[in-house]
């Protein structure tokens, strides 16, 4: 049997990220998310631990206060969708189904339940993307030889995941560049690919602090912990208060 040439990802592999969502899943839809990897092998990799492959997607009732540009904003929560085979309706495909069939399923029913998923295919344009980082896709994989295995494995790491600087032959360790990751999410509300936050969302927001800031007030801690946590809930609270949606 002859082997169709595979098709390389594109616009379209967004289809099942952000297009319209059916009653049941079509058999071919889970080809349009992207095609597998080839690994390859080779010498001198650094030492990293594997992480898996991942989609960002975001709950609209879960947001958070960041600071951009020095002002108080209305961020949303961005969490991944880790692409574990086996777990949360995440399966193995057949031997010659394309790697995305794994995941269609699973991507489909969050959908169903509210979660709103960013395009793979997007480029992050520099702007929004820590020092040094070239434009590209949201996620990043990073090829590496297990630190005991020494077997290769792969690492999977959002744009924003930048590596700390290590000793030599320690596993690469990553961090979040904060500044740029909170310009790129109020980048998402302000263009409208996230919806703006709720009446509810927002008041759901400030009543957790409220709570825990009456509840800190109320306790038998000392008195010098007390006054510190204090002052970080109001603060938090009058952050969230003066707060402004990206627009």
């Known amino acids: 049997m002859p082997i169709r040439p595979r098709k390389k990802p594109g616009a379209a592999a967004d289809a099942l ?18 095609d597998p990897i080839d690994t390859g092998r080779s010498s001198g990799l ?21 600071e951009v540009d020095g002002e108080a904003t209305w961020l949303p929560r961005i969490e991944p969708h880790l692409l574990v085979r086996g777990a949360a309706g995440i399966r193995t495909p057949g031997p010659h189904e394309p790697e995305s069939n794994a ?24 702007e929004h993307l820590p020092p040094g ?23 999977w790491v959002s744009a924003w ?7 030599p032959g320690e596993p690469l360790r990553f961090s979040r560049d904060r500044q740029s990751w909170d310009k790129w999410r109020a980048s998402l509300v302000a263009s409208g690919q996230i919806a703006a936050p709720v009446s509810h969302a927002q008041r759901n927001y400030t009543s957790t602090i409220e709570r825990h800031l009456a509840r800190t007030r109320n306790s ?10 204090v002052a970080s809930l109001e603060a938090r609270l009058a952050a969230a208060t003066a707060a402004e949606v990206p627009a």
Do not use: C
């Open 17 to 34: 990220l952000v297009g319209d969502v059916p009653e049941t899943v079509d058999p071919g839809l889970a080809a349009l998310l992207e």
């Open 46 to 66: 650094p030492k990293v631990h594997p992480k898996p492959p991942f989609l960002l997607r975001h709950w609209p009732m879960n947001w958070e206060i960041g």
């Open 103 to 126: 995941y269609a399923d699973a991507v489909l029913e969050a959908r169903r339940r509210g979660w709103v998923y960013l395009p793979l295919s997007a480029t992050i344009a520099a």
């Open 133 to 155: 980082v070239p434009e590209g896709r949201y996620r990043r994989r990073i090829r590496g030889q297990h630190p005991i295995t020494r077997v290769d494995v792969e690492a």
């Open 161 to 167: 995941d930048v590596p700390e600087t290590g000793l």
């Open 220 to 229: 038998g801690i000392a008195p010098d912990v007390k006054a510190a946590k």
